[in-house]
């Protein structure tokens, strides 16, 4: 792909199948962490981000011989992108006729790319960066990052989960009482995934009346036992399980 | 991060008197070296040399909130004919924006 750095395939292997392309903001870039120096990815919001695209506005431009840099500002903070000349592109000048309009100083655009650090500063690495066509791409593109951010920081939107969860969740929310949000499953929305998938066992395995034991959930989940143990201790909490002849069996506790 | 611009709109700048912010109005009057801007009400905004205002035209503004709740001009990007941005968008994003602060500026405090 033109543009793309050639020192990013050697080990990127491992990265390929999970690559995601992410809405973000500027200032999530910033904020995102480094696992390790020479990490491929950053995490943003707990998850694992590579490719990623923002819209901001260009405040400077500065042609280098390999690379061009744009000074990039969404309102959220700046950040410097960095797109790599391709030295075929300049050979036809049929090619400078039928240019793509070019992004301007103090124009908005658009930018794919991936974070990189390098000497403890940020700067994205990109692809392509786009002028807009429609300035309603700035509100569609920070409203897209928020949706994503909000999904990963509290799960997936109720109407979302809420056709799954139709049968039997007229009565657990009857029993939700002081929940004002349930989320997926009958559980208040911002539970851990680790949590909903021990109460989806929990519902689901076969069992007497005393209920599973958590050996047997972490066995059915494939999960450590330390990590159902926790599920349990925020399940009981929230009322939906109790334990029932020992501190390490449990059962539903509703209908 | 001083370097961050809010997006606001009227009711906000109380919250944010002193520091920058972005505005995205509708010009309504343009008043020689001042201008009005709807943005969730009217704002009265301090125009700079290299502003280029048109009436009912959508604007960008990057500027500073000032003590009567005014706003002085540091940028401006002319965004066309006001029915070319949808403001309902404009206006939940304002929503988002401190809602969700977190990915959008760090609050002071």
């Known amino acids: 792909m033109p543009g793309s750095q050639s020192n990013d395939s050697p080990n990127s ?17 910033q904020d995102a962490t480094h696992p390790h120096p020479d990490a491929e990815y950053f995490i943003i919001d707990g998850a694992e981000a590579t490719q990623v695209t923002f819209v901001g506005q260009i405040r400077n431009i500065s042609t280098q011989t390999t690379n061009v840099t744009y000074r990039m500002d969404d309102g959220t903070g700046t950040m410097e992108v960095k797109v790599w ?8 000048e049929e090619n400078q006729a039928v240019a793509k309009p070019k992004p301007v100083e103090q124009g908005y ?9 390098f000497n403890n500063k940020r700067h994205v690495g990109a692809n392509i960066i786009r002028p807009l066509q429609d300035f309603n791409e700035i509100q569609y593109h920070l409203l897209e990052a928020t949706a994503v951010h909000l999904f990963f920081t509290r799960g997936p939107p109720e109407s979302a989960t809420a056709q799954q969860s139709k049968t039997g969740g007229a009565q657990a929310n009857g029993m939700a009482n002081g929940h004002a949000a349930v989320g997926g499953e009958g559980l208040p929305a911002g539970t851990s995934q680790a949590t909903k998938k021990v109460y989806q066992l929990i519902s689901t395995l076969p069992q007497g009346h005393e ?43 509703s209908f | 991060m001083s370097e961050s611009t809010p997006r606001v709109t009227a009711p906000y700048l109380e919250q944010f008197s002193h520091q920058n912010v972005r505005i995205l109005g509708k010009v309504r009057q343009l008043r020689g070296e001042q201008a009005t801007i709807d943005a969730g009400g009217n704002i009265n905004v301090h125009l700079n040399r290299d502003a280029h205002l048109q009436l009912n035209h959508a604007v960008e503004i990057i500027g ?27 206006e939940a994003v304002v929503d988002a924006t401190h809602r969700y602060h977190e990915i959008f500026y760090t609050k002071e405090q």
Request: net charge negative; proline share 2%; aromatic share 6%.
């Open chain 1, 13 to 29: 292997k491992r990265s390929y199948g999970k690559d995601t392309l992410r809405p973000v903001t500027i200032k999530q870039l």
């Open chain 1, 85 to 92: 000349i391709d030295a075929e592109e300049f050979n036809g």
């Open chain 1, 109 to 117: 655009a658009r930018v794919w790319g991936r974070l990189k650090a």
């Open chain 1, 211 to 253: 209920g599973v034991h958590v050996q047997q959930i972490a066995m059915a989940g494939n999960m450590e036992v330390s990590e159902v143990l926790k599920a349990t201790d925020d399940l009981n909490g929230m009322g939906k399980i109790y334990s029932t002849v020992n501190e390490e069996t449990f059962a539903l506790l």
């Open chain 2, 64 to 90: 500073k909130v000032q003590n009567d709740l005014s706003v002085k001009v540091m940028a401006s990007v002319d965004m066309g004919p006001e029915g070319n941005i949808d403001f309902n968008a404009v």
